[in-house]
């Protein structure tokens, strides 16, 4: 079993920042994929980016390319997401994800194929 926990979101001006941190627990996370998802209110939810197990190769959907930043650090069973430029379009719960094999290498864009879930975090973009 793993869990995940979000954590780093809050509310920012349009160009600004945040860095959201996914924590993991239960298993060593460095042999697991994870992917970070969100979701705006009466929408469904968006696949964002993910993060490879090993080495870290990272695959980004085209809208947040060039602003967005999954990165790992492995000591500290930790993936995070780099939000930069964000917009009032990125408003959103952001959460992070993992499939159910660890060592699992092709790109999973769709949340049907992640097992675990963290509880998500806000992210508010003002205008």
């Known amino acids: 079993q793993v869990q995940l926990v979000e954590s780093g979101g809050g509310l920012v001006q349009a160009g600004g920042s945040l860095r959201l941190s996914c924590a993991a627990s239960?298993?060593?996370?460095?042999?697991?994929?994870a992917g970070w998802f969100r979701q705006a209110p009466g929408k469904e939810r968006e696949f964002v980016g993910r993060i490879s197990w090993n080495p870290s190769s990272t695959y980004y959907v085209d809208s947040v390319k060039g602003r967005f930043t999954i990165s790992r650090d492995n000591a500290k069973n930790t993936v995070y997401l780099q939000m930069n430029s964000l917009k009032p379009e990125d408003t959103a719960v952001y959460y992070c994800?993992?499939?159910?094999?660890?060592?699992?290498?092709?790109?999973?864009?769709?949340?049907?194929?992640?097992?675990?879930w963290g509880q998500g975090t806000q992210v508010t973009v003002s205008s």
């Open positions: 994800a993992a499939p159910m094999a660890q060592h699992w290498t092709p790109i999973l864009t769709d949340g049907s194929g992640y097992h675990y």
């Open positions: 239960g298993r060593t996370f460095s042999t697991y994929a």
